[in-house]
């Protein structure tokens, strides 16, 4: 029990008395914006700490031994008391004006505190509401029903991955803060200080990042406001161990105080006491000191469990719970000041890969194997990404969440250069290497933000022909396996949405052709607890329909029959299946030929998977594929109906959003960029793979804003297109660029001395054959010839949008100086505004320097874009004005079928659709024997499709398939898995 109250008189640093009083003034209990609790429960445990402080002047004839608290008496000096008053006035203040200004950059900025506490005690949400009130933030409060660690760190972990929640305060008993609770808390949200790192960044002086326990701010207050100067100062503390004792300790350390730190059983704790101009006891609350051992006019503050309020119902001792609680409401605005400084644009700090090439150049597997690559999440925070912007796939890749178009939309755009290329020989000619080697060549070297934008490799070609898209030799993806196989399973999600659309439209056909009307609409809309209701798709075909009505039994019966039949026509539908992997025999089959399906046979075919609509889709998409209202914003043009709407078109679209939720839950993954890196460490990002001479052929717009953005205003973003400039390229201009508004300052156009040997009059090129010696052999003629044909053209395609080229030779080791110079010259001599040798497959991006210092010089100059098309002309107009001007035909010839869809998409309103041309990319023209820059030629079009939801019309030319074929024989031949090791040998 504690002695009768004393009457001792007190010194500099006065009683909290007068303090109150002030209080009552300065904290009003109005209008605090707080949010509601989680949860109300029985009040459990005893209630955590209060801070009180104290001064006291020893009296020689007292004698008591009674605790600290009895030193506060109503008969204390009130001359200190303004001090107080203006202490909390200061910080509030302080606190409030940073709000406002951090409300200045972001009117969205409302910082918010959470406090987790054992029970329903108010007594510290009420202090912290008043004080937030006054500065004009949010607390919200979480009440547990019992001290449990498993819900304490259940709740943390929460509020951690809330962006909302700025700060955390733990109002926990002492032995509720054990190491697991501790490590799970943030300490960017930790704004009492606690945490082991937050500790430790006080302990080095560092609290750039970290935060002052709002107990040491208070306590620092109070001393500071002592007669003595801080600097000379003695200090006593007697403190329990746990990191406020620690933190306080090196707080007034730092502060020049010199301190003697005891327990409560030390031996020389009486001197220690008697010593000191300043005594601080924290979680000593059983401690009783006499006052004799007070030395006259120190200053006494005391950390104690509860605050007792007096007879006015306000605590003597509540102004420093007042005033901790200013400053921890201070670390809550500090916290959100620093949250909305992180999701500024932040300069890069890119750490280049060290390389050293090797000769001979080993293979591109050994060589992504012998590099070590940088853990992704390493990788973005040197490039500016938020932690909680990344979700890892390993320790290699990670998509990147659509939410950093939103946090950068103010940054400026950085230079845009599309890699492009001559028609290819079925080799390929390298544009993946020159992208990847110029990307390292900028970054590495030039020091330069830039980014790589590439498609992600089919099955196809990976087990085919032609091999993967990871680049090579010393410019290449890494992990190249990963890169090649699978990824983070995008074309899988593609495969699997598009196939349930292609099953939805035969299930809707097989059960109109065999229930009536009645049974339709009884299994449409069913009634589930004895209630039918529209589902929001059936309403808005409804209202497609022009019925206006919400009752499923005020219908009519034709209104039932509009409403349950699509009336499908078969030999209309366009929606095929897909798979990913090269197969020609399924370019066409039978499906519904079981018993089950009751004579619903018809022709369909497989296409390739990155031939798929929903691809093209995903690459031209800008934004996430669901509207606010829960529609599919790119919808499907799956078939037709047999019957007509004037008003609204077939209403096959309005079933295809049937399926939208599920389209987008398969597809939400798939809808973030793969962020990769190269052999140097610059960044890749890696999304979509439309194929170039069946779709539009490049890698996502997202991914391409997205770069953008991060690589800031002088940065550089190099994205690839498929094949040759008469394919990819055309396609990125006047499809990719019309719809994300985007313009390319700068078009790399890659070429090689075996391509243009080829088109110069060489022999024909195998996959899988030796090269004739034409291609190993020096032919100046060859190469002359090719270059003014097929070079010359496609320097003149990108003239046609208005774009300056670069061109970049590939080097091969067979190519000799004096036609690697000949190359250069008749390049310039065509237009090119430069052309330069790249050794960057043997020498990484050092050797692809004088390309990038090329492509830097070029994007700096004004380039006049243009589409090559006005998008209102009519279809034809538009494929021939393409068939003329790129591929050098005479004319085109429509097949009777092609010009009926024509036609038909014309009278859907779909006219004004841009065009995108499934054509060989083994020539400018249709026939792929045709090398160098044929021109006479009628172009045929046998078919035109639509893609609606992509936004495109695709005419197929000639025989090209939409499925390609494996060759006699395939990649495949030399891949395997070491059963040992379980590494992949033989895939390049």
């Not at 009117?107 to 004080?131: C, F, M, Y």
């Not at 959100?336 to 300069?347: A, C, F, K, V, W």
């Not at 055309?730 to 994300?740: L, M, P, V, Y």
């Not at 190469?783 to 300056?804: D, M, T, W, Y």
Request: hydrophobic content about 40%; charged content about 20%.
């Amino acid at each position: 029990m504690c002695p009768k109250r004393g009457h001792a008189s007190i010194g500099t640093l006065t009683s909290l008395a007068s303090l109150a009083n002030s209080l009552a003034e300065v904290i009003k209990l109005s209008n605090s914006r707080v949010s509601g609790t989680p949860r109300r429960c029985q009040s459990v445990g005893e209630a955590p700490s209060r801070l009180l402080a104290r001064s006291a002047s020893a009296s020689a004839n007292s004698g008591t031994n009674a605790k600290l608290a009895d030193y506060f008496g109503k008969q204390s000096p009130k001359r200190d008391g303004g001090d107080f008053d203006r202490s909390l006035r200061d910080v509030v203040q302080t606190s409030k004006e940073a709000i406002v200004a951090l409300q200045r950059k972001n009117l969205a900025v409302q910082p918010l505190l959470a406090i987790i506490q054992v029970g329903e005690d108010d007594s510290l949400l009420e202090i912290n509401k008043k004080i937030a009130g006054k500065v004009g933030l949010n607390v919200t409060q979480i009440c547990l029903a019992k001290d449990s660690e498993d819900e304490i760190v259940e709740e943390v972990l929460k509020l951690n991955e809330d962006p909302r929640v700025h700060g955390i305060y733990l109002h926990l008993p002492p032995a509720s803060l054990t190491s697991r609770v501790l490590d799970a808390l943030k300490p960017e949200k930790d704004v009492d200080g606690i945490t082991y790192l937050n500790t430790g960044r006080l302990v080095q002086g560092d609290l750039n990042k970290g935060f002052v326990p709002p107990v040491a701010s208070a306590v620092m207050d109070l001393l500071r406001k002592h007669d003595s100067p801080v600097e000379e100062r003695r200090v006593a503390m007697i403190v329990a161990e746990g990191p406020p004792g620690v933190a306080l300790q090196c707080f007034l350390e730092r502060s020049g105080m010199a301190v003697l730190k005891s327990h409560s059983n030390t031996k020389n704790l009486q001197r220690q006491v008697m010593e000191a101009d300043a005594v601080v006891l924290l979680g000593a609350d059983h401690l009783e000191i006499p006052s004799t051992w007070i030395k006259p006019g120190a200053a006494v503050i005391r950390w104690e469990p509860t605050l007792h309020t007096d007879e006015s119902g306000m605590s003597s001792k509540s102004g420093l719970a007042y005033l901790t609680a200013a400053y921890r409401i201070q670390n809550v605005v500090h916290s959100s000041s620093r949250r909305l400084q992180e999701q500024q644009y932040r300069p890069w700090r890119l750490r280049s890969l060290n390389l050293q090439p090797l000769t001979p150049v080993p293979s591109d597997i050994e060589i992504s194997r012998a590099q070590t690559p940088k853990a992704v999440d390493q990788l973005a925070e040197e490039i500016g990404l938020l932690p909680e912007e990344l979700e890892a796939y390993g320790r290699s890749k990670a998509k990147v969440r659509l939410s950093l178009l939103d946090r950068l939309r103010a940054q400026p755009d950085g230079r845009y250069v599309l890699v492009a290329g001559v028609t290819p020989t079925p080799l390929g000619e390298g544009k993946s290497t020159v992208t990847i080697g110029l990307v390292q060549a900028l970054s590495a070297h030039l020091k330069l933000n830039s980014f790589a934008c590439l498609r992600q490799p089919s099955q196809g070609p990976t087990f085919g022909v032609k091999g993967g898209a990871a680049g090579g030799g010393y410019a290449q993806v890494i992990p190249m396996e990963e890169f090649n196989l699978h990824l983070t399973g995008d074309i899988h999600a593609i495969t699997a949405a598009n196939n349930l659309v292609a099953a939805a439209i035969d299930a809707r056909m097989l059960h109109e052709a065999t229930q009536s009307d009645k049974g339709l609409y009884s299994r449409l809309v069913p009634s589930v607890n004895g209630v039918r209701r529209f589902s929001p798709i059936q309403v808005a075909r409804l209202r497609r329909l022009g019925i206006d009505k919400s009752d499923p039994a005020s219908l009519t019966p034709q209104e039932v029959s509009s409403f349950v039949r699509l009336d499908l026509d078969p030999s209309k539908i366009t929606w095929q299946r897909v798979v990913d992997t090269n197969d020609r025999f399924l370019r066409k089959i039978t499906v519904g030929q079981a018993s089950t399906e009751k004579g619903q046979i018809r022709e369909t075919g497989f296409d390739i998977a990155v031939a798929s609509e929903i691809m093209a889709i995903l690459a031209l998409a800008d934004g996430p594929f669901l509207q606010e209202n829960g529609s599919f914003i790119h919808t499907p043009m799956c078939a037709h109906s047999t019957i007509w709407y004037p008003t609204t078109g077939p209403d096959v679209s309005v079933y295809c959003q049937g399926v939208s939720g599920a389209l987008a839950v398969l597809m939400k993954d798939a809808i973030k960029p793969t962020l990769m890196q190269t052999l140097e460490g610059s960044p890749v990002f890696v999304h979509a793979g439309p194929f170039a001479n069946i779709a539009h052929g490049n890698s996502s717009v997202l991914a391409d804003k997205l770069a953008l953005k991060l690589v800031g205003r002088d940065g550089f973003v190099v994205t690839e297109a498929g094949f040759g400039a008469d394919i990819g390229m055309e396609k990125f201009f006047n499809i990719k660029c019309r719809t994300s508004g985007l313009r390319p300052n700068v078009v790399v156009l890659v070429a090689t001395v075996r391509a243009l040997k080829m088109h110069g009059g060489g022999p024909n090129v195998s996959a899988g054959m030796p090269l004739p010696r034409e291609y190993i052999d020096e032919n100046l003629t060859l190469v002359k010839h090719g270059c003014l044909s097929n070079l010359r053209k496609q320097i003149e395609i990108a003239h046609l949008f208005g774009v300056p080229v670069v061109v970049a030779l590939n080097v091969f080791k067979t190519d000799t100086q004096p036609e690697i110079e000949l190359v250069c010259k008749i390049a310039k001599e065509c237009g090119a505004s430069d052309a330069v040798p790249c050794h960057h497959w043997a020498q990484g991006g050092r050797g692809a320097v004088e390309l990038a210092q090329a492509v830097k010089a070029a994007s700096g100059r004004a380039s006049n874009f243009q589409f090559l098309y006005d998008i209102e002309m009519p279809i034809v107009e538009k494929i021939r004005t393409i068939a003329q001007k790129v591929y050098g035909a005479n004319d085109i010839e429509l097949s009777s079928e092609a010009m009926d869809k024509i036609n038909d998409y014309d009278q859907q309103g779909y006219g004004s659709l841009p065009i995108c041309m499934a054509k060989t990319h083994l020539s400018l023209s249709h026939m792929p024997d045709k090398k160098g820059a044929p021109t006479g030629f009628i172009l045929p079009i046998r078919d035109v499709r639509a893609s609606i939801g992509a936004g495109f019309i695709y005419p197929l030319v000639g025989t090209m398939s939409t499925m390609p074929g494996l060759p006699t024989r395939p990649c495949f031949y030399d891949i395997d898995l070491d059963p040992l090791t379980e590494e992949i040998t033989g895939l390049f």
